[in-house]
């Protein structure tokens, strides 16, 4: 069972506006890519534990893959039914819609174990991230993948020092959480914590990346980003690929992407 959609008044926001934006193009392509690094050929099967509107699944749908899309949002999901309108026929076909909480993934999906399991900006609003983790991993394949973006614990105080907020950037340096972009209180996690918790579910752990860091500083800093600009957002997004890659770039990035691998069961 779901409870209060609590998402219900932010699913405008979330998946007309943020993701619309530079920032969420330039998430959306980076994460792509680097999943493309690690995922089976199509068709193989993908479940996307919160994945909302299908900004990041449905492009993989559109490559051939068998997609599922689980969200505890009715509102969410009913942007995705818009969003899935836009898809060609045959790539509609290959995703499957799932109402229910990650906590609950492995029952909402009869059990399916799947080639790969996506868990996007999901822990961060989670008080603690072991029950959501245990649940991605048991959802998994042997042999499959692992992806999961999160806050970085270690770059908290960058947001509060760029919109000069300087008291709050001081204290940032010894917290984990803050009031999101969009007003909602949210946590952040370590690459090495939740690394461990992958390697203590049979998940290890393979390359984790930065994903977005210019783009975020201008925004912070009060920059005009002109989303309809495709050719900057094309060569903003170039950068920020490979600033993902490399240290120190991605040390300093506010989210990470990590990715592991099942072993056999």
Same mark, same amino acid.
């Given at each position: #069972?779901?409870? /209060?959609?609590?998402?219900?008044?932010?699913?405008?926001?979330?998946?007309?506006? !943020?993701? !619309?934006?530079?920032?969420?193009?330039?998430? *959306?392509?980076?994460?792509?890519?680097?999943?493309?690094?690690?995922?089976? &050929?199509p068709p193989a099967s993908v479940l996307d534990v919160g994945g909302g509107a299908g900004h990041q699944s449905f492009p993989l749908a559109h490559a051939g893959y068998d997609v599922t899309l689980l969200d505890p @949002?009715?509102? #969410? %999901?009913?942007? +995705?039914?818009?969003?899935?309108?836009?898809?060609?026929?045959?790539?509609?076909?290959?995703? *499957?819609?799932?109402?229910?909480?990650?906590?609950?993934?492995?029952? +909402?999906?009869?059990?399916? $174990?799947?080639? +790969?399991?996506?868990?996007?900006?999901?822990?961060?609003?989670?008080?603690?991230?072991?029950?959501?983790?245990?649940?991605?991993?048991?959802? *998994?394949?042997?042999?499959?993948?692992?992806?999961?973006?999160?806050?970085?614990?270690?770059?908290?105080?960058?947001?509060?020092?760029?919109?000069?907020?300087?008291?709050? &950037? %001081?204290?940032?340096? /010894?917290t984990r959480g803050e009031v999101g972009v969009l007003g909602v209180p949210t946590r952040a996690d370590t690459v090495e914590e939740l690394s461990e918790l992958l390697r203590s579910r049979g998940v290890e752990p393979?390359? =984790?990346?930065?994903? =977005?860091?210019?783009?975020?500083?201008?925004?912070?800093?009060? &920059?005009?980003?002109?989303?309809?600009?495709?050719?900057?957002? +094309? &060569?903003?997004?170039?950068?920020?690929?490979?600033?993902?890659? $490399? /240290?120190?770039?991605?040390?300093?990035?506010?989210?990470?992407?990590?990715?592991? $691998?099942?072993?056999? @069961?």
């Amino acid at each position: #069972m779901v409870g /209060d959609d609590s998402w219900a008044g932010l699913a405008d926001q979330f998946a007309d506006e !943020a993701y !619309a934006s530079v920032k969420g193009r330039v998430r *959306t392509y980076v994460l792509h890519q680097q999943l493309l690094e690690h995922l089976p &050929a199509p068709p193989a099967s993908v479940l996307d534990v919160g994945g909302g509107a299908g900004h990041q699944s449905f492009p993989l749908a559109h490559a051939g893959y068998d997609v599922t899309l689980l969200d505890p @949002s009715s509102a #969410m %999901l009913d942007k +995705a039914r818009q969003r899935l309108q836009q898809l060609p026929d045959e790539a509609q076909r290959r995703v *499957t819609l799932v109402e229910a909480d990650g906590e609950n993934a492995d029952e +909402a999906v009869n059990g399916q $174990r799947f080639a +790969a399991v996506l868990c996007h900006g999901v822990l961060g609003y989670l008080e603690r991230p072991e029950p959501l983790v245990e649940q991605l991993c048991r959802c *998994t394949a042997a042999g499959g993948v692992v992806s999961i973006k999160a806050g970085n614990a270690k770059a908290m105080a960058v947001r509060p020092a760029l919109e000069r907020r300087w008291d709050d &950037a %001081l204290a940032s340096f /010894d917290t984990r959480g803050e009031v999101g972009v969009l007003g909602v209180p949210t946590r952040a996690d370590t690459v090495e914590e939740l690394s461990e918790l992958l390697r203590s579910r049979g998940v290890e752990p393979l390359r =984790w990346y930065g994903v =977005w860091l210019f783009v975020d500083w201008l925004d912070f800093s009060g &920059a005009e980003l002109d989303p309809s600009d495709s050719k900057q957002v +094309a &060569a903003a997004a170039a950068v920020e690929l490979e600033a993902s890659r $490399r /240290d120190p770039y991605r040390q300093l990035s506010r989210v990470f992407h990590l990715v592991g $691998r099942k072993g056999p @069961s």
